[in-house]
């Protein structure tokens, strides 16, 4: 897994203001993963909250860059599927 730091422009290392929700959602992931999907368990309610989270996170952090289409491109991707409750999942997750 990567760093939820960045180089900031003078060289010194800042957090991600969405970090936190990313590593949650990551260890929410990570032990869906290797404790149900791995043994054959599909339950696609697993880590949806997080998921939300860290996404509406990421929203408002490009909005606040003027980066948001970069976003709604994403949404757009082919490698993207939207659930039946409107929510987004990426299939490379």
Known sequence: MGSNKTMSKGGGVIAS?????????????NRWYSEKFS????????????WDKYRAC???YLEDKHLRHALL?????PYFVKDGAGSSNSVNT
Not at 17 to 29: E, I, N
Not at 73 to 77: G, L
Request: charged share 35%; glycine share 4%; hydrophobic share 25%.
């Open 17 to 29: 203001p969405c970090a936190q929700l990313r590593a949650t959602y990551h260890d929410c992931f």
């Open 58 to 60: 990421l929203e408002q």
């Open 39 to 50: 043994k054959g368990q599909w339950d696609k309610e697993e880590c949806i909250a997080e």
């Open 73 to 77: 491109e994403a949404d757009s991707s």
